[in-house]
């Protein structure tokens, strides 16, 4: 059972061997545990601390050093929450001025802990019993932090001012797990969140990046977040969480730090004012957030760019414009869409190399690359191609990555 897992090491001489353990490395694991059971330690104890030293190792990408004080799941693990993003959500909740927060469906605590550290009264409620083990330990450096298994249908808000839900989005059966894509499936599902909303408690709620805009309330703030490129959630704030002015935004987190794209008007595809023009120039892929958020219109007025068609995310302009919305790249040469032609093309410019990226159009880049690279001779130059349409007509576009 997974409760196996945790509690071996909820005791001194579990907690003494976990935190006595160096670095996971795989290679390592099957020799390390032959010694560790050499050395007298039950076999339970040992699988459950390597579990553990594995699992640390995986959450300092989300967490950093915080991960080597932590318990995890896998799967809690996998759904939680990055911690500088968890730490915008708590900054939510002090901007507002709100001191006592219920954390519904808090899986191992990474929302909790980063509004905890800003001492903010915390109830974290988790159903899993599990789960909740390895929160109250994450939990434990926070004295205003207080876990709770139950559900979250089920527990008194009475006294408490803010809610933050990051309700289940997969559904478990004997055939492994299925995400499920309708909001009223979730657990809980959106239509609880509203009626807490209605409460006139701060409300914020973690939703996939993928929830479709027709879903979104219309009290509701919705931001999308995307780090080095990779869209992780969609946020829906109510009440004081949500900024004024403020209908939809993209905050787009790298390397250049952050910036945020936003609209005061919720998003309507039949009125996105957008022009179209040739492509040429500089094309810009926008990122994803940027998409989810139905901003594509808005950034090209921002950049003084068009569109390229008015159905597909990628924008152009004449001269190079600057932006952390999107990625640029020079546009070399503009050829039809013709695989026997490109073949010949990557052949003659000594090609064995290729990136191909690809939007509005359904070839699948892998096998196009394929393709195109055997019998070739692969050479020793590199390109990338941009494959999308104008209208009825697919193109494949030459283009060159700009780096500033």
């Known amino acids: 059972m997974a409760q196996d897992v945790i509690s071996p090491l909820l005791?001194?001489?579990?907690?003494?061997?976990?935190?006595?353990?160096?670095?996971?490395?795989?290679?390592?694991?099957?020799?390390?545990?032959?010694?560790l059971r050499k050395a007298g330690h039950a076999p339970e104890l040992v699988a459950a601390a390597l579990t553990q030293s594995r699992l640390r190792a995986k959450a300092e990408d989300k967490f950093g050093?915080?991960?080597?004080?932590?318990?995890?799941?896998?799967?809690g693990l996998e759904q939680a929450t990055r911690l500088n993003i968890a730490a915008l959500h708590a900054q939510r909740f002090t901007t507002a001025g709100i001191t006592s927060?219920?954390?519904?469906?808090?899986?191992?605590?990474?929302?909790?802990?980063?509004?905890?550290?800003?001492?903010?009264?915390?109830?974290?409620?988790?159903?899993?019993?599990?789960?909740?083990?390895?929160?109250?330990?994450?939990?434990?450096?926070?004295?205003?932090?207080?876990?709770?298994?139950?559900?979250?249908?089920?527990?008194?808000?009475d006294g408490i001012d803010g809610v933050w839900l990051d309700p289940a989005r997969r559904t478990t059966s004997t055939s492994g797990t299925t995400r499920l894509f309708d909001p009223e499936a979730f657990s809980p599902p959106l239509s609880f969140v509203e009626r807490l909303a209605d409460s006139g408690k701060a409300v914020g709620v973690k939703?996939?990046?993928?929830?479709?805009?027709?879903?979104?309330?219309?009290?509701?703030?919705?931001?999308?977040?995307?780090?080095?490129?990779?869209?992780?959630?969609?946020?829906?704030?109510?009440?004081?969480?949500?900024?004024?002015?403020?209908?939809?935004?993209?905050?787009?987190?790298?390397?250049?730090?952050?910036?945020?794209?936003?609209?005061?008007?919720?998003?309507?595809?039949?009125?996105?004012?957008?022009?179209?023009?040739?492509?040429?120039?500089?094309?810009?892929?926008?990122?994803?957030?940027?998409?989810?958020?139905?901003?594509?219109?808005?950034l090209a007025r921002t950049m003084g760019a068009h569109l390229v068609d008015e159905h597909i995310a990628y924008l152009?302009?004449?001269?190079?414009?600057?932006?952390?919305?999107?990625?640029?790249?020079?546009?070399?040469?503009?050829?039809?869409?013709?695989?026997?032609?490109?073949k010949s093309w990557v052949k003659a410019n000594r090609i064995g190399v290729l990136d191909i990226k690809k939007r509005g159009v359904?070839?699948?880049?892998?096998?196009?690359?394929?393709?195109?690279?055997t019998g070739s001779g692969k050479g020793p130059n590199k390109a990338t191609l941009v494959l999308t349409r104008i209208g009825d007509d697919r193109v494949a576009v030459v283009v060159e990555p700009h780096t500033c």
């Open 101 to 157: 927060v219920a954390d519904l469906g808090c899986g191992i605590g990474a929302d909790s802990l980063a509004m905890a550290s800003l001492d903010l009264q915390v109830t974290a409620v988790e159903m899993d019993e599990v789960t909740a083990a390895c929160t109250t330990v994450n939990l434990m450096p926070f004295p205003r932090a207080t876990v709770v298994c139950a559900l979250a249908e089920d527990v008194d808000l």
């Open 65 to 75: 050093e915080f991960a080597h004080q932590m318990l995890f799941t896998q799967a």
């Open 362 to 373: 359904s070839t699948t880049p892998e096998e196009l690359r394929r393709q195109l690279l």
């Open 207 to 298: 939703m996939g990046p993928g929830i479709p805009h027709e879903a979104i309330p219309e009290t509701a703030e919705a931001q999308w977040i995307s780090v080095n490129g990779d869209v992780v959630e969609a946020g829906l704030y109510f009440n004081q969480l949500a900024r004024p002015g403020v209908r939809r935004a993209a905050l787009v987190i790298g390397a250049h730090g952050s910036a945020e794209l936003s609209s005061a008007v919720p998003f309507d595809p039949a009125h996105q004012n957008a022009e179209t023009g040739p492509l040429a120039g500089y094309l810009y892929e926008p990122d994803g957030a940027v998409i989810r958020a139905g901003l594509v219109a808005d």
């Open 11 to 35: 005791t001194v001489a579990g907690w003494e061997l976990l935190s006595s353990l160096g670095p996971y490395r795989d290679a390592d694991s099957l020799k390390l545990n032959e010694a």
């Open 316 to 342: 152009c302009s004449e001269e190079f414009c600057d932006t952390p919305f999107a990625r640029a790249y020079k546009v070399l040469e503009v050829r039809p869409f013709n695989v026997k032609a490109l």
